[in-house]
């Protein structure tokens, strides 16, 4: 049996959309939605099954095969809870930017749901300072410009600040030195769309080694890299496999998902403390300390 890696966010990022999200950190007060920041990969492909296999993906998220007119392939969430490859049904494109002149793609939030649409143009440039307006129809969407989404990003102070960024699929859609590593994640939506951010750097799981307060996670996309690191302790319920302290990750064993320390597969140092060292799919030498 073999333990399934959970998608790790890269930086703790609520969004206009946010009501609230990891560590504690809130969010602008905007009721829109919700998103939630994650390390990107290749966009192409599948999902590891918990036996450590892949599924072959759906859709073609960098070249955009494999949908239906009227569709769109992105990263999203599975029936099973894991990440894939997936056809959406949408009004537009917020890469293409395919609404009518003086409009845009984004994602726009009434009641509980969200969806792509066309609504009017932003007036704010990528970098700048966003927020979140609000229709008298009870529509919510940011304050961006055409193929920007309103983010928000951690200060050291403990505060947040809000900035537009770059919608992308591909780091070629991005001006260096970002990439396209950040996951946005809605309120009533299962869609998982990126933006342009920081580049990440590559670490070794059990030799860790990331300047701190960073720590090193296993991505199934990106994986080994270093990102803001959490604090949750092992045996502990979590999202992301960077809710966890370093030296752990969040795995789905069983039904549940929950922190577990990392360990040398099959035996070796650093051991577990407890429980039994079961095998990470798609990372060689690196297991994770299950019950």
Do not use: W
């Not at 193929?147 to 809000?162: R, V, Y």
């Not at 970002?178 to 769309?193: A, H, I, M, N, Y």
């Amino acid at each position: 049996m073999r333990a399934n890696v959970i998608l790790l966010s890269g930086v703790l990022m609520a969004g206009l959309m946010a009501g609230g999200c990891r560590n504690g950190h809130g969010g602008s007060g905007s009721d829109a939605g919700v998103a939630d920041a994650g390390i990107g990969g290749g966009g192409d492909g599948g999902t590891p099954g918990p036996d450590g296999g892949g599924t072959a993906p759906a859709c073609d998220v960098a070249e955009q095969r494999g949908c239906d007119a009227g569709a769109s392939c992105l990263r999203g969430v599975l029936e099973d809870g894991g990440q894939g490859n997936r056809c959406f049904p949408g009004e537009c494109d917020p890469v293409a930017q395919d609404c009518p002149a003086g409009s845009r793609c984004t994602y726009v939030r009434q009641g509980s749901e969200t969806s792509r649409r066309c609504v009017p143009e932003g007036t704010v440039a990528e970098g700048g300072a966003c927020s979140s307006t609000a229709t008298p129809e009870g529509d919510f969407y940011d304050t961006c410009k055409a193929g920007l989404s309103c983010t928000d990003h951690p200060e050291p102070d403990g505060g947040i600040t809000f900035t537009c960024e770059k919608f992308c699929r591909t780091g070629e859609q991005c001006t260096a030195p970002k990439d396209c590593t950040e996951v946005l994640r809605f309120v009533g939506s299962d869609e998982l769309p990126r933006v342009c951010g920081e580049a990440v750097s590559a670490c070794e799981l059990l030799a860790q080694g990331c300047a701190s307060p960073l720590g090193c996670y296993p991505s199934p996309e990106s994986g080994p890299v270093c990102v803001t690191a959490g604090t949750v302790e092992d045996g502990a319920a979590c999202t992301y496999s960077n809710d966890c302290r370093p030296g752990s990750a969040c795995v789905k064993n069983g039904a549940g998902r929950a922190c577990r320390e990392l360990c040398r597969s099959p035996s070796g140092e650093p051991g577990c403390t407890a429980g039994r060292c079961e095998p990470l799919q798609d990372f060689a030498g690196v297991g994770a300390c299950v019950p």
